[in-house]
């Protein structure tokens, strides 16, 4: 194993330690537990909006902890489930007094310990919602996860509800809007490349020299189907097709698109690959009124991508517009 | 070769056309010659700033088309120079009346064909300025290289002259400036793996499982030394004495550094290297006056990073906070 750490149950602590000294302006980190959040919190009279997971899918959930996203963040160890500590001091820290959303990605473990620390902080006052995201379409259930896995969708509605919770929506009008993207949002991912965790030392699973992996899990989880390489015209095909049809996204649809990079894979490909969505896309009248085309939820250093696919009404599209100031995603300030 | 491509013959052409549709809003793309201009282009009254290089490096150059940095960016083949006829058409595109600057990394194809372009330009009465770009300690001469290598610096000057440009100093201040970034910036890179060209099928070089290559180039040129694995501390301990002690950079300098990904490395990783650097310019009085933190000049899917340092005055560090609106790099706005 090759990487650029020192040792193993050191990296989620280091890294934390760079972004803190990288992003000062925008974030606090703290320690034991591990959780960072905005640097202006607690917001008073604001919902606070808090979501976590595993550390190795950066920028996701830290890189996007600022204004008009998250509040806060907890990161687990590398592709492992925050504990409900880290969960519950992340929710008293961003409490402003009209209660917190926690925004649950679908993997067994963040899911349960995200309901302790609800209780927990709902025991002491704070009035907690929590809204599981649940869009990849691949496969029914999975390795960590009963139900479909949470995955690219997440970052889409951290945008949305992060907006709304800025202006002033209250928590329940917050929680309806994270349960109105997952009703609306679905994605798809694939893989050329495993990678490796590093406490784990070698590759998660193997991929033969002329093998792909689609609907592969953000932790490497098994996809749909292992096939011969393809092209970027029939990968693309492939992956909207599952996409396209599961909602099913209809001709005359809104969405906002994201095609994420797995971490590995470089930035022309995204580009090519996004101009084969387009192309997908026009052919069936479905309408790409925002997009992103980039690394915003990857599994370390995997070469790959997904494509995710939001069905937006207007109000989303205003709160997709709206200022964000974090180290991932950063407009309008 | 596994690559979300069609075929390699069409990477560049489909990637731009994807960059076209994303970002419409910011850019134009013209086709045969290949070139991107931003959306407003010409801009009157304006000094108009280009650049170019060849593809495989993404964000850079076109992801750094817009308001606030680039008029114009001109992709060649993956690693290959673009040719003069795409420079003298971006340069004409961009031409404002106040003349154009050619900023140019230090590779023998690329300087070669800017400088037939700014006489082609010249001969019609464009007032065109060249600033080279040579920040790489590693090596003193290179495989497409004669002196140091352009490299990272050049995003960072990219962004600095770009805002000089936007707010209406003329060409000579726009150009000096440029060579002051240039007096004052250095960089080296390192990689663990290597990188893939589409139309070579396979790697460019080979690294051991347990190898590095410290001085690396971003077309996979050599560097100064292969070594074995080392900690993430050590590493930057070494790249950063061998950049420190070039300029040399001193106790007291205001500095702007760039921490950047070769294209396939995690970005836990990166914020790991940059707590690293921290400490190495804390420990020396070197202040950290701004920073970026992830992959701005890549070599495809390359797994390794480099360090940029800039020594920057208040003029430069204003410039750096002006807004910018380009696909790669976006504040203020």
Same mark, same amino acid.
């Given at each position: 194993?090759?990487?650029?750490? %020192?040792?193993?149950?050191?990296? @989620?602590? !280091?890294?934390?330690?760079?972004?803190? =000294?990288?992003?000062?302006?925008?974030?606090?980190?703290?320690?034991? $537990?591990?959780?960072?959040?905005?640097?202006?919190? $607690? @917001?008073? *009279? /604001?919902?606070?909006? @808090?979501?976590?997971?595993?550390?190795?899918?950066?920028?996701?959930?830290?890189?996007?902890?600022?204004?008009? #996203?998250?509040?806060?963040?907890?990161?687990?160890?590398?592709?492992?489930? $925050?504990?409900?500590?880290?969960?519950?001091?992340?929710? /008293?820290?961003?409490?402003?007094?009209?209660?917190?959303?926690?925004?649950?990605k679908n993997y067994?473990?963040?899911?349960? %310990?995200? !309901? #302790? =620390?609800?209780?927990?902080?709902?025991?002491?006052?704070?009035?907690?919602?929590?809204?599981?995201?649940?869009?990849?379409?691949?496969?029914?259930?999975?390795?960590?996860?009963?139900?479909?896995?949470?995955? *690219?969708?997440?970052?889409?509605?951290?945008?949305?509800?992060?907006?709304?919770?800025?202006?002033?929506?209250?928590?329940?009008?917050?929680?309806?809007?994270?349960?109105?993207?997952?009703? %609306?949002?679905?994605?798809?991912?694939?893989?050329?490349?495993?990678?490796?965790?590093?406490? =784990?030392? /070698? $590759?998660?699973?193997?991929? *033969? =020299?002329?093998?792909?992996?689609?609907?592969?899990?953000?932790?490497?989880?098994?996809?749909?189907?292992? #096939?011969?390489?393809?092209?970027?015209?029939?990968?693309?095909?492939?992956?909207?097709?599952?996409?396209?049809?599961?909602?099913?996204?209809?001709?005359?649809?809104?969405?906002?698109?994201?095609?994420?990079?797995?971490?590995?894979?470089?930035?022309?490909?995204?580009?090519?690959?996004?101009?084969?969505?387009?192309?997908?896309?026009?052919?069936?009248?479905?309408?790409?009124?925002?997009?992103?085309?980039?690394?915003?939820?990857?599994?370390?250093?995997?070469?790959?991508?997904?494509?995710?696919?939001?069905?937006?009404?207007?109000?989303?599209? /205003?709160?997709?517009?709206a200022p964000v100031?974090?180290?991932?995603?950063?407009?309008?300030?």
């Amino acid at each position: 194993m090759k990487k650029l750490i %020192n040792k193993p149950e050191d990296v @989620v602590r !280091e890294s934390l330690e760079g972004m803190q =000294a990288a992003h000062g302006d925008i974030i606090k980190v703290f320690y034991e $537990p591990h959780y960072i959040v905005r640097a202006d919190a $607690p @917001v008073q *009279g /604001k919902v606070g909006v @808090v979501s976590g997971g595993g550390s190795g899918h950066e920028p996701m959930h830290g890189g996007f902890v600022g204004k008009g #996203m998250l509040d806060a963040a907890c990161p687990g160890d590398v592709f492992t489930s $925050p504990t409900p500590d880290q969960m519950e001091a992340a929710t /008293k820290a961003v409490d402003g007094g009209k209660g917190v959303l926690h925004l649950v990605k679908n993997y067994t473990g963040d899911v349960m %310990n995200f !309901e #302790m =620390a609800a209780e927990l902080c709902q025991a002491e006052g704070i009035d907690v919602e929590a809204v599981v995201i649940e869009d990849d379409v691949a496969v029914k259930d999975s390795l960590y996860t009963t139900g479909r896995r949470g995955v *690219g969708l997440t970052v889409l509605a951290e945008k949305i509800i992060g907006a709304a919770a800025e202006r002033g929506d209250d928590l329940k009008k917050v929680a309806d809007l994270a349960r109105a993207c997952q009703a %609306n949002g679905r994605s798809m991912g694939m893989a050329l490349t495993s990678c490796t965790v590093p406490s =784990a030392g /070698k $590759p998660t699973f193997e991929l *033969g =020299a002329d093998e792909i992996e689609v609907g592969i899990g953000i932790h490497g989880e098994p996809g749909r189907e292992r #096939m011969k390489m393809k092209s970027a015209k029939e990968i693309v095909g492939i992956m909207s097709e599952a996409v396209i049809s599961d909602l099913p996204f209809k001709s005359g649809d809104e969405t906002i698109v994201m095609i994420n990079g797995m971490g590995g894979t470089p930035l022309i490909e995204l580009y090519l690959l996004y101009n084969e969505f387009v192309k997908v896309a026009q052919g069936k009248g479905i309408k790409v009124a925002r997009r992103l085309v980039g690394n915003y939820i990857t599994s370390l250093e995997m070469e790959g991508f997904s494509i995710t696919l939001l069905k937006a009404d207007p109000d989303m599209l /205003k709160l997709w517009d709206a200022p964000v100031h974090t180290a991932g995603l950063r407009w309008g300030v």
